[in-house]
């Protein structure tokens, strides 16, 4: 059973940063593959960034390209941060976390190809 633990949320004015960190534990000894999602109140969950399970590919929706970054601070993926720059109002949601352990290569932006789930970080962007 993998945990994943995310934090780093809060208010931000527009133009401002935020990091959020999802931290994984447990699982095999595999890599994983890493994602973010958010869901702003009244709309479906969607994409925002992901890592390969071999760190090598870096995936981002249109809306966040340019202004967040992922990144991974061992060869596991245990670790991930989503950087975010520039934030605006429309940024505002609750970020989650998501990992899996089984091959996922070129379907890191689905929703399904995730396990585990973390708890969600609200991140909220006052403009």
């Known amino acids: 059973q993998v945990q994943l633990v995310e934090s780093g949320g809060g208010l931000v004015q527009a133009g401002g940063s935020l990091r959020l960190s999802c931290v994984a534990s447990?699982?095999?000894?595999?890599?994983?593959?890493m994602g973010w999602f958010r869901q702003a109140p009244g709309k479906e969950r969607e994409f925002v960034s992901a890592?390969?399970?071999?760190?090598?590919?870096?995936?981002y929706a249109n809306s966040v390209k340019g202004r967040f970054t992922i990144s991974s601070t061992n060869t596991k993926n245990s670790v991930v941060y989503l950087q975010m720059n520039i934030l605006q109002p429309e940024d505002t949601a609750v970020y989650y976390c998501?990992?899996?352990?089984?091959?996922?290569?070129?379907?890191?932006?689905?929703?399904?190809?995730?396990?585990?789930w973390g708890q969600g970080t609200q991140v909220t962007v006052s403009s």
């Open positions: 890592i390969s399970q071999d760190g090598r590919y870096l995936y």
């Open positions: 998501a990992a899996t352990q089984t091959h996922s290569r070129g379907n890191e932006r689905r929703e399904l190809t995730y396990d585990y």
């Open positions: 447990g699982g095999t000894y595999s890599p994983f593959t």
